[in-house]
């Protein structure tokens, strides 16, 4: 496996990928275009094969503010529970987390005990509860954060 920066060229991967690890709450195709053409959205992904097999996407926001905001992380059903995730997150802390970025955060749904796992992992705190923040199937948010 090999983990490498992806652009644009590779949406259609990307979305598949999304609809397969989140089949009820994937991203729209004017989602992702919008994010891709930003300078600020960085897209990593394992890649097996040159298939995609896991991938954190973020955004950067130091510069203009001071954090990096984890927008997705997923891993394909058939790698799970391999540490790929611990793995991606790690890396992107490692690769941006310096210079002017004083915290990372994200989100997962409150009933996804593996991501809320990872988070602590990798050293994240439970920052708060979001009520209602998940719309396909509705559901709160535990939203996290990493202080540099």
């Known amino acids: 496996m090999t983990l490498r920066e992806l652009n644009i060229t590779w949406m259609k991967e ?24 930003d300078e600020r959205a960085i897209y990593y992904a ?25 927008m997705s992380l997923a891993i394909h059903p058939d790698k799970r529970k391999q540490g790929l995730a611990h793995q991606l997150l790690n890396y992107v802390t490692k690769e941006i ?9 994200g989100e997962t749904r409150a009933s996804n005990k593996a991501m809320q796992k990872v988070f602590e992992d990798c050293g994240y705190e439970l920052d708060g509860i979001e009520k209602g923040y998940y719309i396909h199937p509705g559901e709160n948010a535990y939203k996290y954060i990493l202080r540099l």
């Open 97 to 105: 987390g310096q210079g002017e970025v004083k915290y990372f955060c």
């Open 46 to 70: 394992l890649l097996d094969s040159e298939k995609i097999v896991g991938q954190i996407f973020v955004y950067n926001w130091s510069g203009e503010k001071d954090y990096v905001k984890i």
């Open 14 to 37: 990307m979305m598949e990928f999304d609809q397969l690890c989140f089949p009820t709450d994937f991203w729209e195709e004017r989602d992702w275009r919008s994010l891709l053409e």
